[in-house]
């Protein structure tokens, strides 16, 4: 019986705006390497949308169409009722949910072959929402795995109204998930585990995991040069050649901890006149007041740079520059953000120290002799931690910095997917 995988999401196919884009991806480039080795069959649903509009990103959907015409899958478009001409329109919110997830069982409907063994990965919150329709699908054997990536109870996204519903709503669908025998959620790391099963009661085994990481392969180009502040002109950043960088990056969310930074740099910058902070955060999460107040809160302190820019080479430029001495990981809601295993990834031979937040799931790229831990709600400890991390000596860095190279491996994504294919869909052989 041949397996059949099917991968939903909103986001990393005909679009790529998010770190729920950037799993997807990992998870169509991975499968791409995987089917050389292992029989499958891979489809792909997504939210449609417009292949005109400014949005659309051809490299992943071509990525994503070369996977299911190697394997002899579908790529699956689905309707939530918007025209799909922004990144808003990919994720809206409650009636669109349900909308793709109906829609997602008239495809399924229609494509799948009950010879098959299907198997179905459902990425993020809106394909929660298909556990309330699953028993409208023809093929009762179909095998779900719904993998949320934040939660209401763990992500202070939204009015007080809209989180309660969303809340109210993934109680339920928790509900139906762990009765149903062929469907079980799955996390994206052990700390985020922790939080699922203080907040909504959910326990998880231990192949119940598809632990994030990275395709290194991606990333080859940066990872053997170095760069400069010099280098940072090209992207309409202007640092004195002699200065240092402490440097934070990812989508401008409540989640990632942006305003705790911002916070402690203003008390900090006095005594660190020898660096700069510079923030990569675009503004592309529906949280503009979010970002308004970060500008607000450091619009008069010296020495800061905010870009509302999404393009990854900044970032990647960035953490190869050698006057880059701080790399802050400061997230408060995040079940395992990329942001810290691009962090290690990127350390080899560089100059910087990873100050990490250790209240979600960031700490588990990191040991804690890899990183300095702190808690980014705590502004005078946070404060303290920079001040502290910019005066470390280089033989106390070096060594922190070298034992990243030691663990880097156990953040493969190919292998963890194969593992995770192999545990789930396998495990009867």
């Not at 998870?27 to 400014?54: E, G, P, R, W």
């Not at 440097?247 to 700069?276: D, M, Q, T």
């Not at 880059?324 to 079940?335: A, F, G, N, R, Y």
């Not at 990191?366 to 709600?377: L, N, S, T």
């Amino acid at each position: 019986m041949k397996k059949h995988i099917i991968i939903a999401t909103y986001d990393g196919i005909g679009t790529y705006y998010s770190g729920v884009g950037t799993i997807a991806k990992n998870i169509v480039d991975s499968l791409t390497i995987l089917s050389d080795k292992i029989d499958i069959k891979v489809s792909i649903a997504y939210v449609s949308m417009d292949k005109q509009s400014d949005v659309f990103n051809k490299g992943c959907f071509d990525t994503a169409n070369n996977l299911t015409i190697k394997t002899g899958g579908k790529m699956i478009p689905l309707c939530n009722t918007t025209k799909g001409q922004s990144e808003w329109d990919m994720w809206r919110s409650f009636d669109e949910w349900r909308f793709t997830c109906v829609s997602l069982v008239t495809a399924l409907n229609l494509i799948l072959d009950e010879k098959d063994d299907n198997i179905i990965i459902l990425n993020d919150t809106p394909f929660l929402f298909f556990s309330k329709y699953k028993d409208l699908v023809l093929d009762k054997n179909l095998k779900c795995f719904y993998f949320p990536l934040s939660t209401g109870k763990n992500h202070a996204f939204g009015d007080e109204d809209w989180r309660n519903h969303r809340i109210k709503a993934e109680e339920r669908c928790f509900e139906i998930v762990q009765k149903d025998p062929n469907s079980k959620v799955i996390s994206l790391g052990e700390k985020f585990a922790e939080r699922m099963n203080q907040d909504y009661g959910l326990k998880f085994g231990e192949v119940d995991y598809l632990q994030n990481g990275l395709c290194f392969d991606k990333y080859k180009d940066f990872l053997d040069t170095k760069f400069s502040n010099k280098d940072l002109q090209k992207y309409g950043i202007k640092i004195e050649e002699d200065k240092k960088i402490i440097f934070a990056w990812g989508r401008c969310s409540i989640a990632k901890g942006f305003k705790e930074l911002a916070l402690a740099w203003v008390k900090a910058h006095n005594f660190l006149p020898n660096h700069y902070l510079l923030l990569q955060i675009p503004n592309n999460s529906g949280e503009t007041d979010y970002f308004d107040e970060i500008k607000g809160i450091l619009k008069n302190i010296p020495r800061v740079i905010i870009l509302d820019n999404f393009n990854p080479n900044i970032w990647k430029t960035v953490l190869r520059s050698v006057n880059t001495e701080i790399v802050c990981i400061p997230s408060l809601m995040d079940p395992f953000p990329h942001t810290s295993i691009e962090a290690k990834l990127f350390s080899k031979g560089m100059n910087y120290i990873t100050l990490i937040s250790d209240i979600d799931g960031a700490v588990d790229a990191f040991h804690e002799d890899e990183c300095i831990y702190v808690d980014p709600r705590d502004t005078k400890t946070f404060t303290d931690k920079i001040i502290e991390v910019a005066n470390l000596d280089n033989s106390q860095k070096r060594e922190m910095i070298d034992k990243n190279i030691q663990t880097i491996q156990n953040f493969n994504f190919p292998k963890i997917l194969e593992k995770f294919i192999n545990s789930n869909l396998f495990k009867s052989k």
